[in-house]
């Protein structure tokens, strides 16, 4: 029985390599299927594993203080559209107004803003480009944002309340400014004004194309004195040390801003709380209608491959009919008839699917160095991309096998 096996794959593979053209165009067409269906999940994945990677490293217990919630809603109904509620920025004096008066227990507040995200940072004769994100911060900022320290520490409550002229630096200004000596106890500069390196970030990598990496942090109060645009808007974020009292610190949160933008019982907020554990699940919710999509794109590419590879296998079965007859006259049953042909299409299929799959990913990897995300190895879409392949060469293969099978070996010596 295994010799009869063996015999029909290598008569199947012979049949291959006699129309390798035909052979090349049916595995290209099913490689195009399953590449759809890897490369675009693959880059979803890797879109979904970088913003989940960078939000919840601040930890579900964070919410944060903005001006305006996740999402800007137009309502359009009936002829008229509401129009957009504009929030008032949240200013310094509101921003250290709510530090100052918020006492939750088991709280720890940061403020801080983002001074320019294109400036010039030096050191001695050498400079970088500019495109340094320097920021203003309290000394609660690394903690309840998720960064680490690679070396040194990071601003205390005498920095800040002292403006003390220290700074923190992302890894990549390390590298491009330190990069044969240690950046601690250093002097850089930036817009004339000069730092003491204290501390060097972890490297967070890049998003979107925004390097985390290339950063200055310094006291909020120093920043305050550099970058002096009247129209600043101070970001919030709130970390609480039990998560079970994560409702009632946000509760107290939103009572106090009230308090302070003096707002009356029946006014809306002006401003919005976002958790970070949210953010994730609406990541969650849009990476979901994504897999939707490419599902949907790559099973319509998956049914023209089925139909291709069906029509292929028939014309070869027509083509071979005589083959067939001479094979059934020296005593091929239908069965062995069939397994060759269902063999040919299943090698076919497979083929195509591990070239679709390799495809795929490098699509995948692709994306993910485009736009700077993690890019990890898509475990299963190659799982589900392997098993369509097979169930593909399946549907496409019963039917010309079953044909061939059936063939009358008189009328098919007969033939031509």
């Known amino acids: 029985m295994f010799s009869l096996v063996k015999e029909n794959i290598r008569i199947a593979l012979d049949s291959i390599k006699g129309q390798l053209l035909r052979t090349i165009l049916t595995v290209l067409i099913i490689a195009i299927g399953i590449m759809a269906l890897v490369g675009i999940l693959s880059g979803v994945s890797a879109l979904e594993n970088t913003i989940s990677s960078d939000f919840s490293s601040m930890g579900a217990n964070t919410f944060n203080m903005r001006r305006y919630g996740l999402t800007v809603r137009v309502g359009n109904g009936s002829r008229r559209t509401e129009r957009t509620k504009i929030n008032p920025v949240i200013s310094f ?218 029509n292929i296998m028939l014309v070869s079965v027509s083509e071979r009919t005589r083959e067939i007859g001479v094979r059934k006259a020296l005593g091929a049953k239908r069965k062995t008839i069939a397994f060759q042909f269902f063999m040919e299409t299943v090698i076919i299929g497979q083929l195509g699917g591990v070239i679709g799959i390799l495809l795929g990913i490098l699509i995948g990897w692709g994306i993910s160095k485009g736009f700077d995300l993690d890019f990890s190895t898509p475990w299963f879409a190659m799982i589900w991309a392997t098993s369509i392949a097979f169930i593909v060469a399946v549907i496409s293969g019963v039917y010309p096998a079953t044909k061939a099978s059936k063939l009358d070996p008189i009328e098919s010596l007969r033939y031509e």
Do not use: H
């Open 93 to 310: 004096r509101d921003a250290n107004e709510f530090v100052t008066n918020y006492d939750f227990p088991g709280t720890q507040t940061a403020f801080w803003f983002f001074g320019s995200n294109s400036t010039e940072v030096k050191y001695n004769n050498k400079k970088t480009d500019p495109e340094v994100a320097v920021i203003g911060a309290n000394e609660y900022f690394l903690s309840n944002s998720g960064l680490e320290l690679e070396s040194g520490r990071g601003l205390n409550v005498f920095d800040v309340s002292n403006s003390n002229a220290i700074c923190v630096i992302g890894s990549d200004l390390q590298k491009a400014l330190f990069p044969d000596e240690n950046p601690l106890n250093k002097t850089i500069s930036l817009r004339g004004s000069k730092f003491k390196v204290v501390g060097v970030l972890e490297s967070k990598g890049s998003t979107f194309g925004n390097n985390q990496d290339l950063r200055v942090i310094i006291p909020i109060q120093k920043a305050r004195s550099i970058f002096t645009s009247p129209f600043i808007n101070y970001n919030l974020s709130v970390r609480v040390d039990r998560n079970e009292m994560l409702e009632g610190a946000q509760e107290d949160a939103i009572l106090t801003f009230r308090n302070i933008r003096s707002l009356s019982p029946v006014e809306t907020n002006d401003f919005a709380i976002v958790k970070s554990d949210d953010l994730i699940n609406r990541i969650g919710s849009i990476s979901n209608y994504l897999y939707v999509a490419a599902w949907i794109i790559s099973i319509i590419t998956i049914f023209g491959s089925t139909i291709a590879l069906m």
